[in-house]
């Protein structure tokens, strides 16, 4: 079984996808979506991305697609489902963590010192 380590660092489409898909199963027009709501507008994600990205995590056991319909009478037979998997759960957690912690670390005083000398003085 692959360490969700082993996957790190994720690309920004992946992640941006992973966590629009935390909560529960989507449509990939309610992905996109959600990742630009989830960002305030910064990303704008297209159906190019969107999809070559869920090929990718398809094969990599992160996603799955769902063959249940959350309303079959309002819903697009063509439409595809897809949620996160638990390998999935783990690499996205790995990754908030990871970034968390790169945050953390340049925030730091001692750390923005070191980058910027002059940091603090007139």
């Given at each position: 079984?692959a ?12 992640l ?6 935390g909560p529960?199963e ?23 991305t969107l ?6 995590m398809l ?16 819903d697009d ?11 999935g ?10 970034l968390e ?7 730091s ?11 603090g003085?007139?």
């Amino acid at each position: 079984m692959a360490e969700p380590e082993s996957f790190l660092p994720l690309p920004s489409a992946t992640l941006h996808v992973l966590v629009a898909l935390g909560p529960a199963e989507k449509h990939a027009y309610a992905i996109m979506r959600d990742v630009e709501e989830l960002s305030d507008g910064r990303v704008r994600m297209g159906p190019g991305t969107l999809y070559g990205s869920v090929k990718r995590m398809l094969a990599d056991g992160l996603i799955e697609e769902t063959t249940s319909r959350p309303d079959p009478a309002l819903d697009d037979q063509r439409r595809r489902y897809y949620r996160l998997t638990g390998l999935g759960e783990r690499v996205c957690a790995a990754e908030l963590q990871r970034l968390e912690a790169l945050v953390r670390r340049a925030g730091s005083a001692d750390w923005a010192q070191r980058l910027v000398p002059r940091l603090g003085q007139p």
